[in-house]
């Protein structure tokens, strides 16, 4: 009865579970393709696309793309023969362990001669149980060792997490109880071999303590040699057709030996029932918080691998396109590649700022959008938006990601969404600022020559006062690949570049501030290179900027 309304309460939470996912998919917005979309288009939309999906011929791609991405894993395998055996491990384990062990009622009937205490169920098992070990073991190596892994993973992520080592290791113990349970020996023997007389039962339990690991308590009769014979002759008759030796089960017989001298105990105390309530609440509860949890991407990441490979992202509708963005927040493993390949993640050490990263970008565009868990503050979203604009847009990432989330759309979704809430590029708001500060002087006819503290600024970090060399020659400007892009730059950049060092020269701060041309600049280092004076014009401009930045009103308030 308890098993029965467990499993049924289980089942009914992770179906509740999967409709409010389903129900954050077509609700949640994340860029401008979902601004004005109800849910109900999206949904249509979605059931439309599927219809077309699968009486098409684009399935045959869809399908060969779920094969050799979500079961090959062909796209961790390109970057990682490590990452690859893990995934594969622990995968093909749990895989294994569902369908002989917590499918094993449902699979048994179409296995030959199917009972748990078989082979080569009994060894497969416990091969399965080594692969997810080994390849959980592996993972945690690679977390310690991999330079720059940083786990993107939320509470209720880690309570998953540790009740699949629950799950495993209250298995494992079950098991091992089991075989050298007293108490096990005598349910079995009065459910399968009648009531023997006392030599056969003492027989029997000896073949058992023998050849079965079974623990007896002191005392208890064993019989003889005769004994023995008569015993081997009722194993034979009502055991051996569906217990093969435990030893075959070679982790659970391990940890059988291990707990020998305590097995009588155990098993008084009713350690076996006590693990089987354990492994079966770990189990269902396990199972209804998968919605809740990383562990979702079993069900999303095989759906966007078939959507993937079908459907060019250009080609799907501005609905589909919106709900598959959300469905990608869900689809990541938190596997931390994109993290370890990021172009940018020199920059961590010197800002310290973990949502540089794309891992910690995905679950802040969680966040963001309003799909998983409180909206940031006004704080957080300043380290947002600095994790968002320093993206070099590298495509790294992307190429990457085991799940073939698109990332490099979802952070351009993610920029739209920042700028619609006032939270543009930064060194944009700043050179905005600097530019309309500056815009009373420029149109003055007389100019100021009263800001020694600025050239006082500029002259500590650029030594020998390189912008005084200037005579104006124009060679950056004329080697300047942004002033050659305008065919009347000066309209466009306010000062060029050599202006701008003389602006520096007769210390008008807001006027060199101010120009455009300072905020534009590539640093490509052509005008520094070729300037005959060694002036330093692209270092200054970029000193300039950083001068402006620190300036600037706080665009964190």
Partial sequence: MFLTIASWTALAVLLLGLAYKIKVWLTIGIGPEARGLTPGQRGRAVLAGLGKLLFSARIVPGLAGLVLDGIVQRRVWAHSRLAWLTHQLIWTGFTGLILLHALGGVIGGWLPDYYATLNPYLFLR???GAMVVVGVALAIYRRAKVPGMKVTARAIDRVAIALIAVILLSGFGLEALKITSHRSFDRMVEEFAGLPDAQDLAGLRQVWA???GVVFPAGADLGDAAALEKGRALNEDTCLSCHHPPQWGFLSWGLAQAIRPVAVALADAG?????WYLHVVASLVGLALLPFTKFLHLITTPLLYLV????PRAQLSPANLATLRVLELDACMHCATCSVHCSVAAALRETGNLSLMPSEKLAWLGRLSGAKGPAPTRRELARVRQGAYICTSCLR??????AGINLQDLWLAMKEDLAAQGLGPTQAAVRQAQWEKAAPSRSQVMVRL????????IKQYYLA???RQCFKCMTCTNGCPVVHMYDKPQEHLDLLPHQIMHAIA???KDEALGARMTWNCLTCYLCQEACPQGVRVADILYHLRHLGGQAAPDLEG
């Fill in 397 to 402: 990432c992307t190429n990457l990601c085991p």
């Fill in 506 to 508: 007769l210390g008008l």
């Fill in 308 to 311: 993937r490979a079908a459907i």
């Fill in 210 to 212: 023998r050849d079965y």
């Fill in 450 to 457: 009263d800001d020694q503290s600025f050239q006082n600024e």
């Fill in 271 to 275: 350690g076996e029932k006590f693990l």
């Fill in 126 to 128: 416990n091969l399965f």
């Fill in 465 to 467: 006062d390189s912008f």
